[in-house]
């Protein structure tokens, strides 16, 4: 009687027996799949067609994101792609019940309804599946390969079997048993055949410059690869049979929570590395910002000196400040140090300030303007070779009138208003559009030193900007009093005059 009970003991039990029969191969498995694609297209479309629609929402929102502030958009973004996500995972569901239910001939309606209240569990298996591969990956990689294909099969397991979390990943994994490789390559071959024709189909769509057939295509591909995945499962249900005992099941759960665990951690530790290397790259890049806009005053700062003293500030270090338009220049972000200078002492008509880039290059600001350069410059003429110039008094643009120059620069400060209007305006920009129209304004009273409503509209172009640059109310005075001393007679230059002195 003894040996009889434990012979019925669990940790006696013997092991099943598992019944191996051939497996459908590849070709007959996609002809299949083919068959079930064609049957059940209409309902494919409709699921796929309501992937579509946020993700369509994400792209219309880019095309209008400069209407809306940027906190907004990026507000929006968010939401939606989470809802897409959301979305994805629920017609992911569905479309495995639609391939399920096909004889029943279920439509999209049905097909989601009965999806709905799969959400969570097919989630939770994703999530599950993911940490365990990556748990694996751990281990030289190949175990990673092989748990991936071991538990390939779970989210049918869920749909056919009502089996949920790691139960429907060992159900997964005793199917494939036998068949690991069987299995790898019918993957493999759906893999490629999918993979090659949506490829060729998006080459071919971008050559022709409509590259949104590509990614329909793609869209459209996923519901034939999960028809040949369900129709897989059905085939390793068919040829196999295999019954695991209880006590060997809670011994593999065990271990496979452990590499679970080893898979969390990895991920957390490559999340963490991602995080702060993006807030490392994020705080290198603000701090240039910051030092392009630094660099820029100076450009601005130079010209409205310029414009008085006929000579750039001259100073053999970089300036602690310009007089009268800067009191105190600022200093690089990151050590507080003064930015590089190239001493003008000997040639007032040059200058040249640059801030080392925590990206590639050097940010210069020269009587050329502003931009990027490869190298340290050395000489002034290298502070000038940078692609994108601000036209600078000593550059005139050539072919344009006085007036015309004028329009320009009046122009230029109609777009300084429009950006400060703005919740999330620019500041970048605006120092440069008030450079561009200093300068155009310099240029002008240069071509036409005589013309008195040159004067007085380079004046206007001083006057609107006094309360962004120090000491332009001062600089629109002389302008004003140029003008009125070439025409004394105008009663209107008179009142800027008096305004203004007052």
């Known amino acids: 009687m003894n040996n009889q009970n434990n012979l019925q003991s669990p940790s006696f039990r013997p092991q099943a027996q598992i019944q191996v029969q051939s497996l459908a191969g590849a070709g007959e498995l996609l002809k299949r799949a083919w068959h079930v694609y064609q049957q059940r297209f209409g309902v494919f479309l409709g699921l796929v067609l309501i992937s579509l629609i946020?993700?369509?929402?994400?792209?219309?929102?880019?095309?209008?994101?400069?209407?809306?502030?940027?906190?907004?958009?990026?507000?929006?973004?968010?939401?939606?792609?989470?809802?897409?996500?959301?979305?994805?995972?629920?017609?992911?569901?569905?479309?495995?019940?639609?391939?399920?239910?096909?004889?029943q001939k279920i439509g999209v309606k049905e097909s989601l309804a009965r999806g709905w209240h799969k959400i969570i569990s097919y989630s939770w298996i994703l999530i599950l599946t993911g940490l365990i591969t990556m748990g694996g990956m751990l281990l030289f990689i190949v175990p990673g390969i092989i748990f991936a294909v071991w538990f390939s099969l779970a989210v049918y397991v869920l749909v056919a079997e009502d089996k949920k979390g790691i139960t429907a990943l060992f159900a997964s994994k005793q199917l494939v048993e036998g068949k690991w490789w069987s299995v790898f390559w019918?993957?493999?071959?759906?893999?490629?055949l999918v993979g090659g024709i949506t490829v060729l189909i998006?080459?071919?769509?971008?050559?022709?410059?409509?590259?949104?057939?590509?990614?329909?295509?793609?869209s459209l591909a996923i519901p034939f690869t999960v028809a040949f995945e369900f129709l897989l499962y059905e085939e390793l249900k068919r040829v196999k049979i295999e019954a695991v005992p209880e006590a060997s099941k809670k011994r593999t759960k065990v271990k496979f929570i452990l590499v679970a665990v080893a898979g969390f951690l990895l991920i957390s530790a490559i999340l963490y590395m991602?995080?702060?290397?993006?807030?490392?790259?994020?705080?290198?890049?603000?701090?240039?910002?910051?030092?392009?806009?630094?660099?820029?005053?100076m450009v601005v700062?130079?010209?409205?000196?310029?414009?008085?003293?006929?000579?750039?500030?001259?100073?053999?270090?970089?300036?602690?400040?310009?007089?009268?338009?800067?009191?105190?220049?600022?200093?690089?972000?990151?050590?507080?140090?003064?930015?590089?200078?190239?001493?003008?002492?000997?040639?007032?008509?040059?200058?040249?300030?640059?801030?080392?880039?925590?990206?590639d290059g050097f940010y210069v600001a020269s009587r050329a303007g502003n931009g990027e350069v490869d190298a340290q410059p050395i000489l002034f003429s290298d502070c000038e070779k940078f692609s994108q110039k601000i036209i600078s008094p000593q550059q005139k643009e050539e072919g344009l009138s006085a007036d015309q120059l004028i329009e320009d620069a009046q122009l230029k400060i109609q777009e300084v208003m429009t950006e400060m209007a703005k919740a999330d305006g620019d500041s970048i920009k605006v120092q440069k559009l008030v450079a561009e129209a200093i300068?155009?304004?310099?240029?002008?009273?240069?071509?036409?030193?005589?013309n008195p409503e040159i004067w007085f509209q380079r004046g206007n172009i001083y006057y609107q900007i006094r309360d962004l640059v120090l000491g332009a109310d001062e600089w629109a005075l002389k302008s004003y009093q140029k003008a009125l001393e070439l025409n004394p007679s105008n009663t209107l230059y008179q009142q800027k005059v008096e305004e203004l002195i007052k």
């Open 439 to 450: 300068n155009k304004a310099v240029q002008a009273t240069e071509l036409e030193p005589e």
């Open 54 to 103: 946020f993700p369509l929402l994400i792209v219309l929102l880019s095309l209008y994101s400069d209407q809306i502030s940027s906190l907004v958009s990026l507000l929006l973004t968010v939401i939606l792609g989470l809802i897409s996500v959301a979305v994805s995972f629920w017609v992911q569901i569905s479309l495995i019940f639609a391939v399920k239910e096909r004889e």
């Open 186 to 192: 019918r993957f493999l071959a759906v893999g490629l």
């Open 274 to 297: 991602v995080f702060f290397r993006s807030l490392s790259d994020t705080q290198a890049r603000v701090r240039d910002v910051r030092r392009q806009a630094d660099i820029r005053m």
């Open 202 to 218: 998006s080459l071919i769509a971008k050559f022709f410059n409509v590259s949104f057939v590509g990614n329909v295509a793609q």
């Open 301 to 359: 700062a130079q010209e409205m000196y310029y414009s008085v003293n006929n000579h750039y500030y001259q100073s053999v270090n970089y300036p602690s400040s310009i007089p009268g338009f800067i009191t105190e220049t600022p200093a690089d972000p990151a050590g507080k140090s003064p930015y590089g200078w190239i001493n003008n002492t000997k040639n007032p008509q040059e200058f040249c300030a640059y801030a080392d880039l925590e990206g």
